[in-house]
């Protein structure tokens, strides 16, 4: 069974970056980099949302307005950890991050995100 572990959250300040790392471990066949990976987050009182994607082949979307051009999601060359970048630190960035695995390609329904990580803590203060 596909399990993730997110990593790298913690406290920042504004205009800051952070680095959030989604590590996948517990699948026999098939790498991280063979599924569609997305990067949510759920600020407090907040529903979840999807932040930004990367499919099994590579292709890319962000889906947060406020968050365009601050935002960037990679992967490793080893295909096992799938990276969120966000640049310029926004308080409304504060919230739970969460990666999650999806077999299809990119797309904000959240329901086809079987599989998620625990979620890490990302607040933003002065």
């Known amino acids: 069974q596909l399990q993730l572990v997110e990593s790298g959250g913690g406290l920042a300040q504004p205009g800051g970056s952070l680095k959030l790392s989604c590590s996948g471990s517990?699948?026999?066949?098939?790498?991280?980099?063979?599924?569609?990976i997305g990067w949510f987050r759920q600020a407090p009182g907040k529903e979840r949302e999807e932040v930004s994607c990367v499919s099994h082949n590579d292709e890319k979307e962000n889906y947060i307005d406020s968050a365009k051009g601050r935002v960037s999601i990679s992967r490793d060359n080893t295909g096992n950890t799938v990276y969120l970048e966000i640049n310029d630190l926004q308080p409304e960035d504060t919230g739970v991050y969460y990666c999650?695995?999806?077999?299809?390609?990119?797309?904000?329904?959240?329901?086809?995100?079987?599989?998620w990580g625990q979620g890490i803590q990302v607040t933003v203060v002065s």
């Open positions: 517990g699948f026999s066949k098939f790498r991280l980099g063979s599924v569609t």
């Open positions: 999650a695995a999806s077999p299809r390609s990119c797309t904000p329904d959240i329901s086809n995100f079987a599989s």
